[in-house]
């Protein structure tokens, strides 16, 4: 399972018993018939949610642990971003739901995953394909030292934001507007590894996969440009007053693909 890293950046920005009857084995088995599309590699969905040959419409399940919902200005910045890359005639909706603390303070992929597969409730259902999103309350076990993960795309529909970082991060910057946009930018950037960027499911069309950090793109001022300086990153994202947007090589890869 593909798992990508959003490292302190700029642009960067997871049997029941066993005297089961035969209806509850036909059920479990039904369940696992409807999950398994939403449990695949990381950019295998990228045609499905770029175009509408199959699917129409798209739902995202957004789960986040009470106490660290992302801000409205984020979310609507991170809708606008799919409208404007996916052909979804029949609309995006967002599904926002609290949930209790895992209670961990570091959280491994796999535990990730875990907490998806015990809360999710949505996944693809005729034209409508499914996205799991989830903010976490604590941090990733990937962090090193000073660099820090601030979300990984770890399934084909599913991406996790570390929250709880975000917000440590951002706490002492002067922009009163910098926490939505790290948690747009974060997002936005997963979301483009869900889609197949960069080299993830989305066919490269040119050239621009940076050789030292694989699926991401070499262009600096691009939303998948892979960044270590988050000091820096920040203050200039804040500075600007707008998420990073995807430079046209790799909206060249997305529209060969199916999308916008």
């Avoid at 950019?43 to 499905?48: I, N, P, V, Y």
């Avoid at 991060?169 to 960069?198: K, Q």
Wanted: one cysteine or more.
């Amino acid at each position: 399972m593909k798992a990508s890293k959003v490292i302190s950046a700029l642009f960067l920005l997871a049997v029941l018993g066993t005297a089961c009857s035969k209806t509850d084995d036909t059920s479990e088995e039904a369940t696992a018939l409807v999950t398994v599309n939403n449990k695949k590699v990381t950019g295998s969905s990228s045609r499905d949610l770029l175009s509408d040959a199959k699917f129409k419409s798209m739902v995202v399940e957004l789960v986040y642990v009470k106490g660290f919902e992302p801000s409205a200005a984020a979310v609507a910045n991170f809708v606008s971003f799919i409208e404007a890359r996916t052909f979804k005639p029949g609309g995006i909706t967002v599904l926002k739901r609290e949930i209790e603390s895992p209670a961990k303070t570091v959280y491994t992929t796999t535990d990730i995953a875990a907490i998806e597969d015990a809360n999710r409730t949505k996944f693809n259902n005729g034209t409508e394909i499914a996205v799991w999103a989830y903010f976490s309350d604590g941090a990733s076990a990937e962090n090193e030292g000073n660099s820090v993960v601030l979300g990984i795309a770890y399934r084909n529909t599913s991406f996790v934001i570390f929250e709880n970082t975000i917000r440590r991060n951002t706490s002492s910057n002067p922009f009163s507007n910098t926490r939505s946009l790290l948690e747009a930018t974060v997002m936005e950037h997963e979301f483009g590894h869900i889609l197949g960027l960069t080299n993830l499911g989305a066919p490269l069309q040119s050239n621009h996969e940076d050789p030292d950090n694989s699926k991401h793109c070499v262009v600096e001022s691009c939303l998948m440009y892979f960044s270590s300086e988050m000091q820096v990153g920040i203050g200039a994202m804040a500075a600007a007053g707008a998420v990073p947007q995807l430079d046209a090589q790799c909206l060249a890869d997305l529209r060969a693909n199916g999308g916008r």
